[in-house]
């Protein structure tokens, strides 16, 4: 179990980014005990956000009332915020599929690597149409409190997103030949 623990951490230590914080970083490895049987339904039910809300469109999985997300850096967001920001990603990609690579439980905390891939062929989350097709992951941790999300902890690459869809500003030609003056 403890290698799990150190699966896990490590997994932690790769998607925080600067001035993220996690609830219980102080005793990360000292879990709460969940039984097998609630380990195996946490771990469902986080597959089943990208397997049938993401992909499918079905936002069925339980949250907690003071659900609290996290998106990077510092930044917060409610279940409803992220349900939201969920239809606004089926919005600008109809044909979204969200596949999960990797899922790792230890106590209450169930993380899920994952990689998306669609058609830009519409608008949403403030992404125009593009009609470009694109590949992008990220990881994403959970922890759970009697079956239902409670908090949410989410690193993509947004980047590498934006330079695939062609919405970054071109890089200025004058910057590299000012710097060299």
């Known amino acids: 179990m403890k290698i799990i623990t150190l699966m896990l951490v490590a997994i932690l230590a790769g998607c925080a980014l600067p001035g993220t914080q996690f609830a219980h970083a102080s005793n990360l490895l000292d879990r709460p005990a969940v039984s097998e049987r609630q380990l195996a339904k946490n ?11 993401l992909s499918q469109g079905k936002f069925e999985v339980a949250y907690t009332k003071d659900f609290l997300g996290r998106g990077g850096g510092t930044a917060t967001f409610t279940h409803a915020d992220g349900i939201k920001e969920a239809k606004g990603w089926r919005q600008a990609f ?13 106590g209450d905390l169930v993380s899920v690597r994952w990689t998306a891939r669609g ?3 519409g608008t949403g989350n403030g992404i125009p149409a ?3 097709y694109v590949q992008t992951s990220g990881t994403t941790v959970f922890r759970f409190v009697d079956g239902a999300i409670a908090e949410e902890w989410t690193a993509g690459d947004a980047l590498g997103l934006m330079k695939q ?12 030949s000012n710097a060299a003056k």
Not at 96 to 105: E, G, W, Y
Not at 165 to 176: D, E, F, I, Q, T
């Open 130 to 132: 593009t009609g470009k």
């Open 94 to 106: 109809p044909d979204l599929k969200v596949n999960v690579d990797l899922v790792v439980a230890e």
């Open 119 to 121: 058609t830009n062929s």
């Open 165 to 176: 869809l062609g919405l970054l500003p071109a890089p200025n030609a004058s910057s590299g």
């Open 43 to 53: 771990k469902a039910a986080a597959i089943k956000v990208y397997e049938e809300g």
